[in-house]
């Protein structure tokens, strides 16, 4: 794969590839509204099921459904694995 240029040199946002950091976005008003993004992906791991995952939200600089109520996170989940 081919990653576009560097749009932002600064390691502060959630659009600089440089800084691979988790950004999440609350307004205290309604915590279940929060919006996150963990650029490109979740994993480490180039060959990783998750290394990619977040790769086209990051590229359009938006953000995913990030909402902090157990209630809610249950309604997004896409898979759930028991210790």
Not at 33 to 55: R, T, V
Not at 56 to 67: H, I, K, V
């Amino acid at each position: 794969m081919i990653y576009p240029g560097l749009k932002c040199i600064e390691e502060a946002t959630i659009l600089s590839q440089r800084a691979q950091a988790y950004a999440q976005y609350v307004l205290l008003v309604n915590e279940d509204d929060a919006m996150a993004l963990l650029p490109i992906g979740q994993s480490e791991h180039p060959g990783g099921l998750y290394h990619l995952s977040g790769y086209d939200l990051w590229r359009r600089g938006e953000l995913r459904p990030a909402p902090l109520s157990r209630e809610k996170v249950e309604k997004i989940e896409t898979s759930l694995k028991s210790l």
